[in-house]
């Protein structure tokens, strides 16, 4: 079995190891940071339902996300056939998907997801892509508190 090799990373919540294996690579960016391209999704802790997606290139960009589904049961996110092909998508269940969390500083009751502009990781294929979701039914701004 080879060893996988490891990296310190440098974020803001202090510094992180992680495998090369970690690395998600976004073949076009996320939206407005195009030119970040490599990314470590990082637990922030056992209980908590959040992760940092942290750009490798930019200690200071890591982008809080989460799951969505652990605040709701029905969001659906559209993928197209090219987006498909650039994830490397062969079957659904290797798709993660994760939105961005805003908490803004001493009001967490004010938590929003954005469920306008989805994160999807293919884990197997180790690539990533932001997909805005044209028309959707959901808000962009989503209160999990309020649901």
Do not use: C
């Amino acid at each position: 079995m080879a060893k996988e090799r490891k990296k310190i990373i440098r974020t803001r919540i202090g510094e992180r190891e992680i495998t090369e294996e970690g690395i998600i690579y976004f073949s076009r960016g996320l939206i407005g940071f195009d030119d970040k391209r490599d990314f470590a999704l990082i637990q922030l802790s056992e209980t908590s339902p959040f992760l940092l997606l942290q750009s490798l290139e930019d200690p200071g960009l890591g982008l809080l996300v989460a799951d969505p589904y652990s605040f709701m049961d029905d969001y659906e996110v559209r993928l197209s056939e090219a987006e498909k092909r650039i994830l490397r998508v062969e079957n659904v269940r290797q798709l993660a998907v994760l939105v961005t969390v805003t908490i803004p500083p001493g009001r967490p009751n004010e938590t929003t997801l954005n469920l306008g502009g989805p994160i999807v990781i293919n884990s197997g294929a180790k690539r990533g892509m932001q997909v805005p979701q044209v028309d959707s039914k959901y808000p962009t701004h989503f209160h999990p508190a309020n649901d």
